[in-house]
């Protein structure tokens, strides 16, 4: 079945928006630790998704009605992962992703953008390295483990009649490089395809040399730097043989994103201590079954669903939840290399920004995300 697992493995790929829990886009995937490796017991694969969102707004009547246009810009995911199997119990990985982002613009409002947020822009980047090692303990039962770099840049523009005094204000934060950790167990039976993997990851927190303006004036004197813990989460992976050539597939993940506050110091001082960002703790879900058609090819479908949040929509992240539905195939040439790859479509839930007279709504909006992966066996 590692055809069909490999075509799972292409939709899971392309979560970068049904793994939407806040700032998530690659959901810290490390799936590349159980890889089977080829005669010199290696194992390498490389990734690429693309994201395109459709994600717009409407104010309120009583503030003109203006539409915001697309806020989300589209964007782009990458991934590395190389194993390789040391002894018949040891066996170690290098993982490249992008755990976080965020890429939006509103139109300004003399533009025709929204009155109460045109003119707000938020761009977020992240590259992590994984290093893990796994070990094999007999039985079916294994534990992996290893250590996370992960480097992170930010910049915040506000602007538009909701931010009121501090219309036009902006934040650089200059990348910052912090390490933490992973951790987890893994019990398998290959004769019928089962695994179960349970992983966690830790926080980490970083410490931004930071810049603020409001139109580029500066307006609080030099800035502290900014401290901004990303989130611990949980990753739970499963897998197993239901038929001949039929495999059902899934994961859950949660994050612990209330411990996500970006407040710097002037910004802090000018709103008593607010956060840049409004983020919640939150789960997200994916469940899939993949058939092994021919020899050489495999197709998998799967659904993924994120419930919706209790608290404040934040205008740099203005969803609610979400449904997908995604559809992938593998194939595997007579050399080893296998090409794998997803098409995924995503209803994002409605969000509401601002309370009263004063609000913007999103609502009927999706993105769609198709991904591509390499792997080769060696």
């Known amino acids: 079945m590692k055809n069909i697992m490999t075509a799972g493995a292409a939709l899971l790929m392309t979560t970068s928006m049904a793994h939407a829990v806040e700032l998530d886009r690659s959901g810290q995937d490390i799936s590349v630790i159980f ?14 998704g693309s994201i395109m969102p459709n994600l717009s707004g409407q104010d309120a009547a009583g503030v003109g009605g203006a539409r915001t246009g697309n806020v989300a810009n589209d964007y782009t995911t990458f991934g590395i992962g190389f194993k390789h199997q040391y002894t018949d119990q040891f066996s170690a990985a290098l993982i490249l992703d992008q755990p976080y982002g ?34 094999e303990m007999g039985n079916g039962f294994s534990v992996h483990g290893g250590l996370r770099m992960q480097t992170i840049s930010g910049d915040v523009t506000l602007d538009g009649a909701a ?27 290959p004769d019928i395809a089962l695994r179960v993997a349970l992983t966690y990851f830790s926080e980490i927190e970083h410490s931004f040399e930071t810049t603020e303006d409001v139109r580029g004036v500066p307006a609080f004197g030099p800035s502290a730097n900014t401290d901004v813990t990303t989130p611990q989460a949980v990753n739970l992976d499963f897998q197993t043989g239901v038929a001949p050539g039929t495999l059902v597939f899934g994961s859950v993940r949660w994050a612990d994103y209330d411990v996500v506050k970006v ?42 669903y994120e419930p919706e949040g209790d608290g404040d929509t934040s205008p740099l992240a203005p969803t609610n939840g979400n449904y997908s539905v995604s559809l992938g195939g593998a194939y595997t040439l ?45």
């Open 263 to 304: 407040s710097p110091s002037g910004f802090a001082g000018a709103t008593s201590g607010g956060s840049l960002t409004n983020t919640e703790t939150g789960f997200s879900y994916t469940l899939g079954v993949g058939r092994q058609v021919t020899d050489n090819f495999a197709a998998s479908l799967s659904v993924g």
């Open 163 to 189: 931010y009121r005094g501090l219309a036009g204000y902006n934040v650089s934060l200059s990348e910052d490089t912090a390490y933490g950790y992973l951790v987890g167990g893994a019990y398998e039976r």
């Open 102 to 135: 965020a890429d939006i613009a509103y139109d300004p409002a003399g533009s025709g953008g929204s009155a109460l947020f045109g003119g707000t822009i938020a761009d977020l980047e992240s590259e992590a390295v994984s290093a893990i090692g796994r070990y």
């Open 35 to 48: 890889a089977e490796t080829g005669l010199g017991g290696s194992y390498a694969e490389l990734s690429y």
């Open 334 to 378: 007579d050399n080893g290399l296998e090409i794998s790859g997803g098409v995924r479509y995503v209803k994002l839930g409605d969000a509401t920004l601002g309370s009263g007279p004063t609000t913007t709504s999103f609502e009927d909006n999706d993105a769609v995300a198709v991904g591509l992966k390499i792997a080769m066996s060696f």
